[in-house]
């Protein structure tokens, strides 16, 4: 069966830093992948998503994802975080013969100013 | 920008007893979703619905579980007989076929609070 791992549970950075959230999937067919945010408070907000192309996407809000195949992985990345991306941040996955969303358990980021 | 709306935001129930909750998908969409969430779990696949019939399910999408499209706007999701387990945040979602297909848009959520 597919699954999706985010390894880190739980992030605390200092606004400025950079930002790297490691997502893999086990599935080795083609998948589609996103990146989807949730602010406190708030409902799940896609961040970015890859079909086929250019394995570097961009997001809204500074945000970047790069697919490599060979490593089954779509980390997301933000050279300078602020404050306001403070959220909960969950990768998932589709696959050609279902629609279903697959999703990793979330990581939780903290940037305090 | 048009979104998914759900509600209400906050369905307190005794066990046992049956609770609707409701989503008003994006109108031009013909995909729709539920999934939930249980405190301090993934985000999990419940079913899917397109052309008025369930196209998927999940094996905890069980006999207690329903879901309609009972007036072309709104999608329900019913559970007939709640138990302690069931409560969890409740997100419904919806997708538009055609143009950017594989985009699923989620509404804030239902949470249930089964007692």
């Known amino acids: 069966a597919q699954s999706v791992s985010q390894h880190n549970h739980h992030v605390i950075l200092s606004e400025a830093a950079s930002l790297e959230l490691g997502c893999n999937y086990s599935?080795?067919?083609?998948?589609?992948l996103f990146w989807y945010v949730q602010y406190p408070g708030q409902h799940l907000q896609l961040l970015l998503k890859?079909?086929?192309?250019?394995?570097l996407v961009k997001g809204i809000k500074g945000f970047e994802a790069e697919f490599i195949k060979s490593k089954f992985s779509f980390n997301l990345r933000k050279p300078s975080v602020q404050w306001s991306d403070t959220a909960e941040y969950f990768c998932a996955v589709t696959s050609y013969n279902t629609d279903k969303l697959i999703f990793g358990t979330g990581t939780r980021l903290q940037v305090f100013p | 920008e048009p979104e998914v709306t759900q509600t209400p935001s906050h369905q307190v129930t005794q066990m046992g007893q049956e609770v609707i909750l409701r989503c008003v998908p994006i109108s031009n969409h013909l995909y729709f979703y539920w999934y939930r969430q249980i405190l301090g779990q993934k985000v999990e696949f419940l079913v899917s619905?397109?052309?008025?019939?369930?196209?998927?399910k999940s094996e905890i999408f069980d006999d207690q579980f329903s879901v309609e499209r009972p007036d072309g706007s709104n999608f329900t999701l019913k559970i007939r007989s709640t138990k302690l387990e069931d409560s969890a945040m409740y997100f419904c979602a919806s997708r538009q076929r055609g143009g950017d297909t594989d985009t699923q848009y989620f509404g804030p959520g239902t949470r249930l609070t089964v007692l």
């Open positions: 599935y080795g067919g083609t998948v589609n």
């Open positions: 619905f397109y052309n008025n019939e369930i196209s998927e």
């Open positions: 890859y079909f086929s192309g250019d394995p």
